[in-house]
């Protein structure tokens, strides 16, 4: 018998899962996002690339440091976090 049958039974039938939408620019992350909507998700993360800027996502990871997950190399934090370009593109996106 399984477990879940012992506890009660089941409690749910299914979970909500999340993924990812990228591209190096707006029009490539508005194409990504509609093929996942398409594909059903209702929760979907948007990053898009800053025309100008060689990152504009990251972490932190110690003082002043942003840690970039795709390629694990440190860049300043004052460029991914405080950059009035990344704010006023985004805004712009939005």
Same mark, same amino acid.
């Given at each position: /018998?399984? +477990?879940?049958? +012992? +506890? ?13 939408? =990228?591209?190096? $620019?707006?029009?490539? &992350? +508005? ?5 996942? !909507?398409? %594909?059903? *998700? !209702?929760?979907?993360? &948007? %990053?898009?690339?800053?025309?100008? /800027?060689? $990152? =504009?996502?990251? /972490? ?8 970039? $997950?795709?390629?694990?190399?440190? &860049?300043?934090?004052? =460029? ?5 370009? &990344?704010?006023? *593109? ?5």
């Amino acid at each position: /018998m399984p +477990l879940y049958q +012992l +506890l009660g039974g089941a409690s749910r039938e299914g979970v909500m899962v999340y993924c990812h939408t =990228t591209g190096h $620019t707006i029009d490539d &992350v +508005l194409e990504d996002y509609a093929r996942h !909507k398409e %594909q059903g *998700f !209702k929760a979907i993360r &948007v %990053q898009c690339g800053v025309p100008g /800027m060689k $990152t =504009t996502y990251g /972490m932190a990871k110690g003082k002043g440091l942003a840690y970039e $997950t795709r390629d694990k190399r440190p &860049v300043a934090g004052r =460029t991914i976090v405080v950059n009035g370009k &990344v704010s006023r *593109f985004y805004a712009k996106a939005v």
